[in-house]
Nanobody
Framework: QVQLVESGGGLVQAGGSLRLSCAASGRSFSTYVIGWFRQAPGKERAFVAF????????YYTDSVQGRFTISRDNAKNTVYLQMNSLKPEDTAVYYC?????????????????WGQGTQVTVSL
């Protein structure tokens, strides 16, 4: 089992940057695929990116490809989401999630553990 806590959200102008962190506690963090999801008001939770347990493999949804970078530091039990060139449509609550059953996962239902979320608001 792993517990996840997100941080780093906030208010930023369009074109700006934020770095989100997902800090994990519990055993065997380095065996978990970690994903980032986001949920805007009135919309379903949507996949943003995931990173493999070793950090070698990453995958992004098309709308953030080239702007966002997911990374991890297993020694610190932390996954990061660097978000650059932010747009108003990136505004959402961002969640990190973990699972160690599948080598990759894009659907929320494939993840077993979730953080509480952190708000990201991008203004014009």
């Amino acid at each position: 089992q792993v517990q996840l806590v997100e941080s780093g959200g906030g208010l930023v102008q369009a074109g700006g940057s934020l770095r989100l962190s997902c800090a994990a506690s519990g055993r065997s963090f380095s065996t978990y695929v970690i994903g980032w999801f986001r949920q805007a008001p009135g919309k379903e939770r949507a996949f943003v990116a995931f990173i493999s347990p070793s950090g070698v493999r990453t995958y992004y949804t098309d709308s953030v490809q080239g702007r966002f970078t997911i990374s991890r530091d297993n020694a610190k039990n932390t996954v990061y989401l660097q978000m650059n060139s932010l747009k108003p449509e990136d505004t959402a609550v961002y969640y990190c999630a973990g699972q160690n059953r599948l080598p990759s996962a894009l659907r929320p239902r494939d993840y077993d553990y979730w953080g509480q979320g952190t708000q990201v608001t991008v203004s014009l």
